[in-house]
């Protein structure tokens, strides 16, 4: 048997696009700045949130990204206080970040 029948095969990872206001949208787990915990990038049309984020604050943090994606001419503190309010409030909710597998 050669080695290639030997070598594992890594499973692609699925991409998350998600559509938002009409524009498709990537979302993508990874680094950010230090003083940031998520970004959004209009002109490649995608959200980077940080992989070290935790709990609600991931909730937060994608709606909050999502927010500047939908709504460009929002102000800073209207996006922030939105996102947390609706991640605190999904969170209270039940919903949590599952593994996607794909």
Do not use: Q
């Not at 499973?11 to 940031?36: F, P, Q």
């Not at 609600?56 to 927010?67: D, G, N, P, T, Y």
């Not at 409030?89 to 597998?101: A, N, P, Q, T």
């Amino acid at each position: 048997m050669s080695n290639k029948s030997h070598k594992k095969k890594r499973a692609k990872k699925k991409k998350l696009v998600v559509t938002l206001r009409g524009k498709k949208v990537e979302i993508v787990y990874g680094t950010v700045s230090k003083d940031a915990d998520g970004t959004y990038a209009p002109e490649e049309k995608k959200i980077v949130v940080s992989k070290s984020v935790k709990g609600v604050r991931v909730l937060e943090v994608e709606i909050h990204e999502a927010l500047h994606a939908c709504f460009p001419d929002a102000s800073e503190e209207s996006v922030t206080e939105t996102a947390e309010d609706l991640g605190a409030m999904l969170w209270e909710m039940g919903y949590r970040k599952s593994i996607r597998k794909g």
